[in-house]
């Protein structure tokens, strides 16, 4: 009699080891418990149950029980039915693997740029949405979806982005994806579709959005960047690019916004040259000393896909971001995502659009713009106070600070913060490799520590500069 037995926690197969029913269903269990199948405190099924189960009459199991209890491998009590007796559980024998290297610990405090405060996320509130988008979904909307996301969440986007950050749209023209990232990959694919061969992108920004282009078979020629943006009105010299990646609100990692003229210098290119311009809008909630920036889609949707994401405003661990599709590209970048939003899970579309929706997404901005403006101004009073000479830029919007160092000093500065249990980012970390070697400076997130971290961090950081 070999058999499955579902009414566990855990499916667990039984074999009656030799003899009747009662002593190999006995010995079976005995086996079960040595072997840390059946762990102490484990309920068992009740005889009835477990006697239809196996397909043996109820008083065979029941003896089987009563007989284990008196041997001290169960334990049976009125109410709470049979449970494996708290027993030493058995060694397993596992082969150790040789010892390696031991592994450096991971810093005391952090200042890497590009993740917000996680101790911040609005979890009462989320958990909330969660409940109303579940309790009103739509039977279909556990099924397999429309490859574009839920309609509720693109339809809430389209009215947000439009009211706070000037984008023109709508929701047919929107994509939800997992990440900017997947944003990415996918317009990768369409681009080569069109043989595109390179897709320009700032002299200074993240290498893994390189390597993406780079893995869909573009090249990736680098844009000189100055106070003022990227030098825009360049891209008419670079013959073969049919699209350029920009961050035009708050350049990453310099901080600066994208100069009105350069603005409307790229969309000239792209009229004229009928390429595309791709705005990663990774932190545009967060201004704090200017007007808000709008977005550069709004200059000519049709021109440019626009591209954000929960990662600042929520968390990255959401992995929800949109795109805003010029009218062309919404079944090509469909098709490109494939037949099925496999991606994307519907519930987490239905939470975002309800948090959306409810207004508590607008709340949770205006709360950590306040929270993340405090954290500015106290980098901004201890470098004055620790560091006069140091000079602090890219700090009206965002959530991270460039800090100018002496030439010569960056790699040193990086290595003391080491020692001191600090990991900090140069801004060398992030020049293209096409790019001419420009100014030494330290790229400070003020965003991500925690609350607890945060003045030992500060203090961390002023001990090791220059």
């Known amino acids: 009699m070999t058999d499955s037995w579902a009414t566990f926690g855990a499916d667990l197969h039984i074999e009656p080891l030799g003899g009747g029913l009662r002593s190999g269903l006995m010995e079976a269990l005995r086996e079960a418990v040595r072997s840390g199948r059946l762990t102490p405190g484990t309920r068992l099924p009740s005889s009835r149950t477990l006697a239809a189960d196996l397909g043996v009459a109820r008083n065979t199991v029941a003896d089987a029980y009563a007989e284990l209890v008196a041997e001290g491998w169960l334990t049976a009590r009125q109410g709470s039915g049979t449970t494996v007796a708290q027993r030493a559980a058995p060694r397993r024998v596992t082969t150790r693997a040789p010892r390696s290297r031991p592994v450096r610990g991971r810093p005391a405090y952090s200042l890497n740029p590009g993740t917000p405060d996680l101790a911040s996320f609005p979890r009462a509130d989320w958990l909330k949405a969660a409940r109303r988008a579940l309790t009103a979904a739509p039977n279909e909307a556990f099924g397999y979806g ?52 390179d897709v320009a992108v700032e002299s200074y920004g993240l290498d893994v959005h390189w390597n993406l282009l780079r893995e869909a078979g573009l090249r990736t020629p680098c844009l000189p960047l100055d106070e003022l943006g990227s030098r825009t009105g360049e891209l008419g010299a670079m013959r073969e690019a049919g699209a350029v990646l920009m961050t035009p609100a708050h350049q990453f990692p310099m901080g600066v916004p994208l100069h009105p003229d350069r603005r409307a210098a790229a969309v000239d290119w792209a009229r004229s040259s009928g390429g595309l311009i791709l705005e990663d809008d990774y932190d545009g909630e967060f201004r704090y000393d200017r007007q808000p920036v709008g977005a550069l889609q709004n200059l000519d949707p049709e021109r440019v896909v626009y591209l954000g994401t929960s990662s600042k405003s929520l968390a990255p661990g959401l992995r929800l971001a949109w795109m805003v599709l010029p009218a062309a590209l919404v079944g090509e970048v469909t098709e490109a995502k494939g037949v099925s939003d496999w991606a994307t899970g519907a519930l987490d579309q239905l939470t975002l659009a309800e948090f959306i929706a409810s207004g508590a997404y607008d709340r949770h901005v205006r709360s950590m713009r306040l929270r993340y403006r405090r954290r500015r101004d106290q980098l901004v009073a201890a470098l004055a106070e620790r560091a006069p000479d140091i000079r602090v830029s890219g700090i009206a919007a965002g959530l991270h600070a460039v800090l100018e160092l002496p030439e010569g000093t960056e790699r040193s500065v990086i290595q003391a913060a080491a020692f001191q249990g600090l990991a900090l980012e140069g801004v060398s970390r992030y020049r293209h490799p096409e790019a001419a070697p420009g100014r030494e400076a330290l790229v400070i997130s003020y965003g991500s520590p925690p609350d607890s971290a945060w003045s030992g961090t500060l203090e961390a950081l002023c001990r090791v500069l220059p």
């Open 146 to 197: 429309d490859p574009r996301g839920r309609v509720e969440l693109r339809t809430v986007l389209a009215d947000y982005l439009s009211r706070a950050r000037g984008v023109h749209a709508d929701p047919e023209r929107i994509v939800i994806c997992s990440g900017f990232v997947h944003g990415l990959m996918l317009m990768g694919k369409v681009l080569r579709r069109h043989r595109v061969r």
